[in-house]
Structures are given as C-alpha cells and as structure tokens.
C-alpha cells in the first residue's frame, strides 16, 4: 500500500531535550515536505526536499533542521525544542512538486513541556 | 508573496444542504489550484485541483472553478452528507517559486448534521 509513515503519532518531551521525528515514503517520491499545523494559522511549511542531498527552507525553519540522505527517508529534527514548537506535524510527499497529488502522513502530535 | 484566503468556520450544515465554501488567493504567477481535505485524526488527502484559469477540478460531488478574473476558487457541493464533515483547506503552487512549496490557507471546518 503507498503511504507515508510517520512515527512517533504522539510524543511528550520537555524543553531542550533533542528529538526527531522520522517520515518515511515506499512510492520513489523525489519531492518531500514538513508542515506544522496549529489553530487558526493552518498549515506552515517547515522544511521541504526536491531530492537526496537538496533540502531548502520553507516559511517557518527555525528551530528546525532535516536531511535527505536517501530517497524514501525525510527526518525532521528538533535540537533543542521548546514550547511553541508544540504543534502537529505532517510530512507529505509526492512524485511531480506540489503540482502532483500530496500524499500525507497521519500526523505527529508533539507537546514540549 | 502568496496568499489563500478562506471564509472562517465552523460552517455547519444539515444533510442534503448546498454547500459552498470561499477561497481567494493572491500570487506573482498563474498558480495551481487545489482543495485539500482533512478528516478527523487523519493527514490531509487531494480532493480536487485546478491548473489553468476556468478548469473546473470535481471529485465525490465536489466541484471549484478557477477564476482568475476574481482570483478565487469557490468549494460546492449540491447535497452534502454526514460524512463530509471534516476541515477543508484551499491552496495553492505557485509557477514563479519553481511549484516547489504549497500555500495553504487557514481551513474550514464543515459540520453536517443527520
């Protein structure tokens, strides 16, 4: 089944601790992309990759850092998180850019204590 | 820089009601346009799309005809059911940003009563 996984769905961690949550694809998507979705702003671009070894910055980075080190998989890591990082998070992918149908992740629900 | 703007929700609905649900958008180029929808607990899945100016993207009753005369791409459906309850996000790809990132606007929660 094509799908994008994401892991941990949720998480409880406490201010400064290094965390990372892991997104993984089974459909060769060259394009993947993080966003954070909170209350009333919608969804927010993290961090997107248009291929291996090429990430660039979205509309809210900071705070934030990813690889690419291979095609399937699309870490996002938070070195040291705090409390207005609390969001849900979801990773999508897909095979042409944003033109083409985003599959999604089910999200990940973090809190930073 | 882009934009997408959507009416604010909750818009609340009984069975078998039309519903429409606004979206303007603002780009530098000729964007794509897309609806997205969100059910409970769940990521956000493709419910139609819009490429070039007056395409009309439908899927499962759903219909949006992209209007550059008025930047906008209006959500209808004729007869709605329970179970499209859910959050409806409009968005956009923006040709002049290489399509590489999706503008999203805030969201409209529907909820359609039995």
């Known amino acids: 089944e094509a799908q994008v996984t994401q892991n941990p769905r949720y998480l409880i961690t406490v201010t400064g601790k290094k965390l990372t949550v892991t997104c993984s694809q089974n459909?060769?998507?060259?394009?993947m992309s993080w966003y954070r979705q909170d209350p009333g702003l919608g969804l927010r671009q993290i961090y997107y990759?248009?291929?291996?070894?090429?990430?660039d910055k979205g509309d809210v980075p900071e705070g934030y850092k990813v690889s690419r080190k291979e095609k399937r998989n699309f870490p996002l890591i938070l070195e040291s998180p705090s409390p207005n990082q609390t969001s849900l998070y979801f990773c999508?992918?897909?095979?042409?850019?944003?033109?083409?149908?985003?599959?999604f992740g089910n999200g990940t629900r973090l809190t930073v204590t | 820089g882009n934009s997408v703007t959507q009416m604010e929700g909750p818009v609340t609905l009984s069975e078998e009601a039309f519903l429409t649900i606004n979206c303007t958008y603002t780009?530098?180029?000729?964007?794509?346009l897309f609806w997205y929808v969100q059910y409970p607990g769940e990521g956000l899945q493709l419910l139609l799309k819009?490429?070039?100016?007056?395409d009309k993207g439908s899927n499962k009753g759903f219909e949006a005809t992209y209007r550059k005369e008025t930047t906008s791409f209006h959500l209808e459906k004729g007869s709605v059911q329970v179970s499209d309850s859910a959050v409806y996000f409009c968005?956009?790809?923006?040709?002049?940003?290489?399509?590489?990132?999706?503008?999203f606007g805030k969201g409209t929660m529907l909820l359609v009563s039995p």
């Open positions: 999508a992918s897909s095979g042409g850019g944003p033109r083409s149908p985003l599959h």
């Open positions: 780009a530098t180029g000729y964007p794509s």
């Open positions: 459909m060769n998507h060259e394009y």
């Open positions: 968005a956009l790809a923006d040709p002049l940003s290489g399509y590489s990132t999706l503008t």
């Open positions: 819009a490429t070039k100016a007056d």
């Open positions: 990759s248009m291929n291996v070894e090429v990430t």
